[in-house]
């Protein structure tokens, strides 16, 4: 018996077909595989930031799923994101696992690793794990911005401020002094290079002086170097005699010469106030004149005496009395 295939079902059998791997090659794509065994899983998410299906569900780096569907729904007046996830790989996943969002590349893609939990007990198809996000590169970036940027502002700010004070400052009659200083300091630097010209004469004309003062110099430190023994020799022998000093009795002698002054002293004070014979002598004019008198009697003594010495001596050799001297 002989089937005959229609034109018509070969047409719908080739639909039918075309239509199934378009199915397939779109979930395909879509990272779902249809012939696998797979389970879901939810998570909820206060924010998903980039978060799109077809996003991959890795653990320790490894794709073991998908996200299959993302949902707006509120709870207690707040709006949160469900979001379903597809296991496509067939493994135990501990209660308590956190679905953490993250940052795949510096682009912001999103993906969502799986954190394994503690627990002995393992998830089921349809539970919901805990959700987690970590903050993506913009955020980061802005954190780590957002500090510097106040201080730009505030830099900006203190430029403005500065800006204005100079602006202040460098009025017309500072710009005019400004000038002249930097006139003044153009003359000076002229002035220095017509010194160094100068300078550079003096040298070239007084070579030779210099050469030979140098030569006297090298002369005096190899006379130096030749009798450093000697020099040393003498430092040591003058240590000697500064040792010896200092063992001598010369401080007693000091402080014995230091005493005397000091008798010296208290002596000449009582000089000077008149007390003993030398003070009376030297401050009371009495004393003076009748010592300066009796001395004048003692001089017409003398005389007198070298001249009459008979008035004064009176002796005999046969004991005869002595005529009465005639005044």
Do not use: C
Request: charged share 25%; net charge positive.
């Amino acid at each position: 018996m002989n089937f005959k295939v229609s034109r018509e079902m070969k047409i719908g059998i080739i639909m039918v077909v075309a239509i199934a791997l378009f199915i397939w090659g779109v979930s395909f794509l879509k990272g779902i595989n249809l012939f696998n065994k797979k389970h879901t899983l939810y998570a909820l998410y206060p924010k998903i930031d980039g978060l799109i299906p077809a996003s991959p569900l890795m653990i320790n780096g490894y794709k073991i799923g998908q996200v299959n569907d993302l949902k707006l729904i509120q709870k207690k007046g707040n709006y949160y994101v469900l979001v379903r996830f597809i296991v496509t790989e067939d493994l135990n996943i501990p209660k308590g696992s956190i679905a953490k969002a993250y940052s795949s590349d510096l682009l912001g893609t999103k993906a969502v690793e799986i954190i394994p939990g503690e627990s002995l007990e393992m998830v089921k198809d349809g539970d919901t794990l805990t959700a987690m996000t970590e903050e993506g590169l913009k955020e980061s970036v802005d954190k780590r911005i957002a500090p510097l940027q106040a201080k730009a502002e505030n830099l900006i700010s203190s430029i403005d401020s500065v800006m204005t004070v100079v602006n202040a400052v460098l009025n017309k009659k500072t710009r005019e002094n400004l000038t002249q200083s930097f006139e003044s300091i153009r003359k000076a630097i002229l002035s220095l290079e017509q010194t160094a010209y100068h300078l550079d004469d003096l040298v070239k004309s007084e070579k030779a002086k210099i050469s030979q003062l140098i030569t006297n110099l090298n002369r005096i430190t190899g006379n130096l170097a030749e009798n450093e023994k000697k020099i040393n020799q003498i430092i040591s022998n003058l240590g000697s005699v500064s040792d010896s000093l200092s063992k001598s009795q010369l401080k007693q002698a000091i402080n014995n010469a230091e005493k005397s002054l000091g008798e010296l002293n208290l002596l000449l004070a009582g000089i000077n106030s008149g007390k003993g014979t030398l003070g009376k002598l030297a401050k009371n004019d009495s004393l003076y004149m009748n010592l300066n008198k009796s001395m004048e009697n003692l001089k017409l003594l003398l005389g007198d005496l070298k001249e009459h010495p008979k008035r004064y001596i009176h002796f005999s050799l046969f004991g005869k009395k002595d005529k009465k001297l005639k005044n």
